[in-house]
T-cell receptor
């Protein structure tokens, strides 16, 4: 079966750095997405990785290792508004999006 | 970025009535749209894939006669929850991908919070 694993919840301090991991086992791979979802709102796109390596976009970076079936989202200089759920999603061989359960990130002052 | 508009944002209806939710891609064509349901503190659950001009593909366990999907054009898909019951109360979200690229991200509508009383 297809499976995506993320930690359920993480806590970090304002101004610090946090890394959210995602491991996946899917039938084929055509890219990995990270989305941010605030409570009661629709997810918003953060990043897309299809090749191995690190993609940096401002305070957020995303890393992919296809051989390990592993990705992480790195958030720097954390702000209170970064408190949200972070969803990892993988596109399989049929270009269907498979979603992880999401990681709830709690930022403390 | 591309915009997907979902309407209404929230709706309260009586048990036994039907509710229609619209999902429009405003500045791109979407051959395929997706309908998700999300219960509190849970992940997105794909309900069905809506294909323009053909029947929707439903995920296992989703009643196709209860959740009617119509994808009449390249920019509009509708989800109708028929004979709604309180257990259908949830957050319904649609998403669409630009037909021009299979590796593009999914753009989401704002979501519809349905409360059945």
């Amino acid at each position: 079966g297809q499976n995506i694993d993320q930690p359920t919840e993480m806590t970090a301090t304002e101004g610090a750095i946090v890394q959210i991991n995602c491991t996946y086992q899917t039938s084929g791979f055509n890219g990995l997405f990270w989305y941010q979802q605030h409570a009661g709102e629709a997810p918003t796109f953060l990043s897309y990785n299809v090749l191995d390596g690190l993609e940096e976009k401002g305070r957020f970076s995303s890393f992919l290792s296809r051989s390990k079936g592993y990705s992480y989202l790195l958030l720097k200089e954390l702000q209170m508004k970064d408190s949200a759920s972070y969803l990892c999603a993988v596109t399989d061989s049929n270009y269907q999006l498979i979603w992880g359960a999401g990681t709830k990130l709690i930022i403390k002052p | 970025g591309a915009v997907v508009s979902q309407h209404p944002s929230w709706v309260i209806c009586k048990s036994g009535t039907s509710v229609k939710i619209e999902c429009r891609s405003l500045d791109f064509q979407a051959t395929t749209m997706f309908w998700y349901r999300q219960f509190p503190k849970q992940s997105l659950m794909l309900m069905a894939t809506s294909n323009e001009g053909s029947k929707a593909t439903y995920e296992q366990g989703v009643e196709k006669d209860k959740f009617l999907i119509n994808h009449a054009s390249l920019t509009l898909s509708t989800l109708t929850v028929t004979s709604a019951h309180p257990e259908d109360s949830s957050f319904y979200i649609c998403s669409a991908r630009d037909s021009g690229g299979r590796e593009t991200e999914a753009f989401f509508g704002q979501g519809t919070r349905l409360t059945v009383v």
